[in-house]
């Protein structure tokens, strides 16, 4: 667990942007993106996925496996758990059996044709149609206009969906506005409110209560004693875990805002500060999946979280678009000797406007 602790603090700093902006991501969702991928791969282009998940490939899928079952809880209203794995693949595109046998272990594995090289904006739809029943709507569209072209050949996605109600619902009449303290001033906000045992700790900085829910999930609070913009950059995955394990039944008066959050990213630059480089690159070996040279071209990545008095609802959803690397053939130079008098301009490209235009009849 503390691994998983450590590709997700991780990759949150890289990711986040400034700290007077709300954000949200899944690291479930990117994990198994990345888990995918690592699956598709070979070499260093594997090494450096399993260095940035922190973790050799069977404990990663363990641990998403695992969590893509909620417990049965006898509710009147089940949580709902929706968990995607799709590979997406030109119907030309030659698959090893090897590779779909590797798929097969992953939680809602599939494989599905798209026609990217004949009908880019096609393909673009039913990857984001698929994406949009999972969420439930939620991420209605995923890959924007241009995400797929002529030359993508493949992608990788995750989606998913978690709808839970907390074991016992905040009170809607405790509901009321009260003073936040945001980065850009203070506003009134929608404050739920309740007094009741639940986990709470206090240790390292910060102070953190759990509220349980339905199906076995938990969200936690995580309260720092200094400002977020300066406690944040410090919590690592060790410090995380002291607190997590600290959580003892206290009785608490919680007051916590209601609130909606999200968050996209395209997520090559954040991977490569995590040192995921030779996947976007031409080196990419994805001969696990493929004798065709590929690499990835983009990982986009969508995330929504909302919270209010019944429960939580969230969803998420990682692409990996990979496209052919072409063996580049350099052309035969075309051969032009200037050894007569010619012409000779400079211009400003945009708009045209020549800044010198020469007659050159004598060099010397």
Known sequence: MTE?????????????????????????????????????????????????????????????????????????????????????????????ESYLRALERWPGNALRNAPFRTDPEKARRLINSDVADTTRELIPELLPPGAVDPDTVAALVNALYLKTS????????????????????????P?????????????????????????????????????????????DAARLGRVLDALGQQRVELLLPRFEVGGDAELRSSLGALGV???????ADFSPLTDRPLRVSTMVHQSVLKVDEAGLEGAAATAAMMRLTAIVREPEPIRVQVDRPFLFLVRHRETGALYFLARVADPS
């Open 4 to 96: 998983h602790l450590d590709f997700s603090l991780s990759l949150h700093r890289a990711l986040a942007p400034a700290p007077n902006r709300s954000f949200c991501w899944s690291p479930y969702s990117v994990a198994s993106a990345l888990g995918l991928a690592a699956s598709a791969v070979g070499g260093d282009t594997r090494a450096e996925l399993l260095s940035a998940l922190r973790a050799e490939l069977p404990g990663v899928l363990e641990v998403l496996d695992s969590a893509a079952e909620l417990d049965d809880a006898g509710r009147a209203e089940q949580p709902v758990l929706a968990v995607a794995n799709t590979l997406w693949a030109h119907e030309e595109l030659p698959v090893h």
């Open 166 to 189: 907390w074991q016992e619902a905040f009170d809607t009449k405790a509901t009321t506005a009260r003073p936040f303290h945001a980065p850009d001033g203070d506003r009134d906000v």
């Open 191 to 235: 404050t739920m409110h309740v007094t009741r045992r639940l986990g709470h700790a206090a240790t390292d900085g910060w102070q953190a209560v759990a509220l349980p829910a339905a199906g076995g999930v938990e969200a936690v609070v995580l309260l720092p004693d200094e400002p977020l913009e300066s406690a944040e950059p410090a919590l």
């Open 277 to 283: 480089r030779a996947l976007f690159t031409p080196d």
